[in-house]
C-alpha cells in the first residue's frame, strides 16, 4: 500500500521574510508609479547652461591663445640658436683649419735644434728671416688657440640655451593640446545641451541670435564720440570692416576671430602691433577706469579675469567677437555678461 505523506511546509520565520519582500517590492513599484516624472529643461535654462558653457570656453581659449603664442615664440627663438650654432660650427672648423696649416708648416720646416740649423744653413741669413717668421706664427697659433677656446665655449652656451628653450617648447605644447581639449570640451557639451532641445527650440534661440546680430549692425547709435588717435580709429575701421564675420576660437582673422583675434588684427591693420591675448592687452598702453573717459578704437575688457575684450565704439556700446555661435557686432557694455574693468588705450 503507497503511503501518503503530509507536505513540508514553509517556516513561518521563511514566510515571514518572503511576505516582508514581497511587500517592499510593492511598495517601490507604487512608489515609482507615483513619482513625477524628471522634468526636461525648458529652453531658457539651457541656453543659460549654454551660454555659461561658451563663457567658459572663452576662458580656456585665452589661455590656448597664450600657449600658442608662447610656442611660436619658442620656435622662432630655437630657429635662430641653431642657426647661430650652425654658423658657429663653421667658423670653429675654419679656426682649427687654420691652426692646423700652422702646425703642419712648422713641422715641413723640421723639428731640427734652431742652433744646429743655422749652422748647416747654406744662407744663414735666409735662416734668419724664417726663424722670425716661424717665432711669428707660433705666436699666431697662440692666438687661434684662444679663438678655438672662446668659440667652443659660447657654442656650447648656445647649446645649453637651445635644450632648455626645446623642454620648455615640449611642456608648451602639452599645455595647448590640453587647453584645445578643455575648449572643445565645453563646446561639445554645450552642442549636447542644445541637441536636447526640440526642432521649433533650436530655431528659437537662433532667430534670438540673429536678431540680436542684425539690429546690433543696423540700429546701434554710436553717438558722437571720436577716436582716441589716428591709430585707433584705424583700428576701429579695421574691425568694423569684419562685422558679420564668425567667431571662431583660436582665430585671429581675417575671416574669422575670437575676441582677442579680432582686436590684436585690428591694431596690426593700423600698424600697431599688440599682444595677441587679452590679458596680455590689458598691460599694453594706459589704462581708462571711467567709462565716461573712453574714446572709440580703446580696448575694453571684462570679467575679473579679463577673459574677454573688444573695442569701445561710442555710446556704451563696444565691436566685439562675443562667443561660439555669433557673429562679430556691435552690443551694447551692460549686456556682456560680466563687469567692465577697465579700458586700454594704445
Partial sequence: MASHRRPKQPSRARVTVLTTAAAAAVAISAQAANAAPSEKPSKDEVKAKVDKLYEEAEQATEKYNGAKEKQGKLQKGISTIQDNVARGQEELNELRDGLGSMASAQYRSGGIDPSLQLFLSADPDDYLDKASTLDQLSGQQVEALEDIQDKQRELAQQR???????????????ELGKKK??????????????????????????????????????????????????????????????????????????SSFDCSGLTSWAYAQAGVGIPRTSEAQANYGTRIY?????????????????????????????????????????????TIGGPFMFGVRV
Fill in 160 to 174: 645649453a640655451e637651445a635644450t632648455e628653450k626645446l623642454k620648455d617648447l615640449a611642456s608648451t605644447r602639452e
Fill in 290 to 334: 571711467s567709462q565716461s573717459d573712453l574714446q572709440v578704437g580703446d580696448l575694453v575688457f571684462f570679467f575679473n579675469d579679463l577673459h574677454h575684450v573688444g573695442l569701445y565704439a561710442g555710446n556704451g556700446q563696444i565691436i566685439h567677437a562675443p562667443r561660439t555661435g555669433t557673429v562679430v557686432r556691435y552690443e551694447s557694455m551692460g
Fill in 181 to 254: 581639449e578643455e575648449v572643445q570640451g565645453k563646446l561639445a557639451e554645450a552642442q549636447k545641451l542644445l541637441n536636447s532641445l526640440t526642432a521649433a527650440e533650436k530655431a528659437a534661440i537662433a532667430a534670438e541670435e540673429e536678431r540680436a546680430s542684425r539690429d546690433a549692425g543696423e540700429r546701434v547709435d554710436l553717438g558722437e564720440s571720436v577716436p582716441a588717435s589716428g591709430r585707433a580709429a584705424a583700428a576701429f575701421a579695421a574691425a568694423q570692416s569684419k562685422l558679420g564675420s564668425p567667431y571662431v576660437y583660436g582665430a585671429s582673422g581675417p
